[in-house]
């Protein structure tokens, strides 16, 4: 095998990794700036796991680069323990802890913003829900879709963007759909059918239509993106629902190798590919860290909530043996579906 064939093998999965490792400092960096804002302070900051490759012990903080490239942390004082010190984390007012409870995960969905922005802003037109021509081989014309429909829900689901638009048909469970689209400013209610496609031994509707492109301007670029953010949120919510009314099984789920595996794929693919795959991921970590669950950043914001509520304080050590159990559970959650993904490279 050559040099060049390793280096196209190889360089895919370090951009892959590179960018979780951004992830993760992006929301590691929104805790510490918000703890620095609110006075707390900050014992370490360090970026990946493990043995220490680099430190630097600061004035009132010190930093680390850690020899594996998964992972980081933002130790604050008092954060798992009650503490003296009056800027511990643990001592400063239930607002304050707020906001630095969820600067990390507001720091991802800022970070999938900004790609989004990004992606938008080097597409040639910005996209609309507006039909613009069929394919020559289209059967959706035959139930009534015509050339010049807006497109505005789909199975029920408001469509907002093409993204809702790929969402809904690949959640359909055949190849026919209930579509509503406004045509001559009247809405019309459709009955389409669709040819379908295999994909991963799963068979999924054919999109055999174009959708109108506007031209570009700053302010249908930036509304395009907030409509498509909202529709990439949507995604996670629905892939969640998903799972837990059982439509997926955990061969769906994808932990970290395979969502190196996904992001790799889609770098040697295009540039667009790889900008949507990232957006989709900071915005799921992003989300994800506010679910309720112990261990997760939106565990600790429920507690703060109740706390600011009721006027009482959670006892360190259940909230500490809360977490530590939910941790716990998390990360043998991790360990099946990475043996999972695993198995899926075999």
């Known amino acids: 095998m050559s040099l060049i064939s390793i280096w196209n093998t190889v360089y895919p999965i370090l951009i892959a990794i590179l960018f979780f490792e951004l992830i993760i400092i992006i929301h590691e960096g929104g805790h510490f700036i918000a703890a620095r804002l609110m006075k707390v302070k900050v014992n370490e900051f360090a970026i990946g796991m493990g043995p220490k490759l680099i430190y630097h012990k600061g004035e009132n ?3 680390s680069l850690r020899a594996i490239p998964f992972g980081g942390f933002c130790a604050m004082e008092g954060e798992d323990e009650d503490s003296d010190d009056e800027n511990a984390f643990v001592n400063k007012k239930v607002w304050q802890r707020i906001i630095v409870v969820v600067a990390g995960a ?7 913003f900004i790609i989004i922005v990004i992606m938008t802003a080097s597409a040639n037109l910005v996209g609309t829900t507006q039909i613009a ?10 139930s009534g879709l ?10 029920g689901m408001r469509i907002y963007t093409s993204n809702d638009l790929s969402t809904a048909f690949t959640r359909s469970d055949d190849s026919t759909v209930d579509m509503t689209v406004l045509r001559d400013g009247k809405e019309e209610k459709l009955n389409v059918v669709f040819d379908t496609e295999e994909f991963e031994g799963k068979n999924y509707i054919k999109m ?4 109108v492109g506007n031209k570009k301007t700053v302010g249908n670029v930036l509304k395009h993106s907030a409509a498509e953010f909202v529709s990439y949120a949507k995604m996670v919510f629905l892939s969640v629902h998903d799972i837990i009314v059982g439509k997926y099984g955990l061969s769906d789920v994808s932990g970290p190798v395979g969502a190196v595996t996904v992001v790799s794929s889609a770098v040697k693919t295009s540039m667009n590919s790889m900008l949507r795959i990232m957006a989709l991921l900071t915005i799921n970590v992003g989300l994800f860290n506010l679910f309720p669950i112990p261990a997760l950043d939106g565990w600790r914001l429920f507690v703060l909530i109740a706390e600011g509520i009721t006027r009482k304080k959670l006892p360190s050590k259940a909230e500490y043996a809360i977490n530590a159990a939910g941790l716990i559970a998390l990360l043998a959650f991790m360990c099946v579906v990475t043996f999972s993904d695993i198995t899926k490279l075999f």
């Open 133 to 142: 021509k069929f394919d020559d081989d289209a059967v959706s014309p035959e």
């Open 61 to 63: 903080t010190d930093f």
């Open 208 to 211: 055999d239509f174009w959708l």
């Open 146 to 155: 015509a050339v010049g429909d807006y497109i505005k829900s789909v199975d």
């Open 106 to 112: 507001l720091m991802n969905l800022l970070l999938g």
